[in-house]
């Protein structure tokens, strides 16, 4: 029963600080971190809606089906729906992502902190330092972790509200075709879907839960929590930006615990285990390459969920899901299924032509 209730607290409140924090590491990547455009922000409200939710309760629906972590989970899965193996590769495209995505948080916390860094000190010198801090506390109790990052994020976006300069006036402006692919991502990859996060740390409460509802919800909310925050946040003083960069830390350092926790679930080599794990981070590094691989952290992002979406949607049998979200309306797995069987495929791939486009 303890750990039922802790996990119930522990989801949604890894949500709302991992997508605070991831969409403060994406934002100046799409060019919303001070730019306030209305039509933009319902956009990306509407797509938490229509496409976060949706691949929400899948993941929710595959932790009730499985009961194990995400990567542990695709040999059942995939036999349970007579699919081809092919299909597990989004489990190991996932768990060497969270890393990848903890590396691009760092890098970012590495050139905020640059900003203020005496001497000038160089930011992937910076970023290094914050990769060893991270990996380090990722030994630490899951708990301890999570608590630091709370309270960075927490003392970050008071400090930003106190201290910080004030951010410009909502306006409106036409929405274009780009902004349909950031919104995307901010929806999905800066929330944390796809990854099997909320899959790893809901598992103790979905198998004493009869309704996927139930566990969905409050994750969902918290991130949606998290998008209206950053709405009357930005990190452009020099104690919330620190505040900020200690979250990040936290918040890598949990990342990374976690997927090590499915790697070895896993039963991987522990060298190859840390190979993985440290070349997804440490690639960062390489200062050149920063804007190519945060243009490759979106699109991946977006290829796991298109990849779940597609499996859940039409390669497992339809009474699988049904029976693990356990809806009280049938209208409401219609809806969820034309969604994820659709609406999410289509919008994914429109959103990475939408990347793709702003590169040329």
Sequence with gaps: ????????LLSPLMAFCL???????????VGIQLDRQLDFWLLWLATMLILALPICYLEIALAKRSKTTALNALSSLTRDADASQKWRIVGWLAVVFIPFLAGGMLSNASQLLGHF???????????IALAVVAILVSFAPRKIILLLTVIGVFAAFILANVMGTPLPSWHVTPVEFSEWGSATVLALVASGLGMGLYWQTSLPAVQQQDMATKT??????AQLVAVIAFAFFAANAQIPSLALVVAVVSAAALLLQMAREQ???RQLNIVIQWLLILAAVFVWAIPAMSPIFNT????????????????????????????AMNFSNELFYNLWRIAVRVVLPVSIILAMIAIIGQLF
Excluded: E
């Design 19 to 29: 997508s605070f924090i991831i969409i403060a590491t994406l934002a100046p990547i």
């Design 117 to 127: 860094a005496a001497n000038a000190i160089a930011p992937h010198l910076l970023f």
């Design 1 to 8: 029963m303890q750990d039922n209730a802790m996990s119930r």
């Design 216 to 221: 969905v919800l409050p994750i969902w909310i």
């Design 263 to 265: 790697l070895l679930q």
């Design 296 to 323: 490759l952290l979106m699109l991946w992002g977006l290829v796991i969920c298109l990849i779940y979406a597609i499996f859940a949607g039409w390669i497992m049998k339809i009474s699988h899901l049904r029976k």
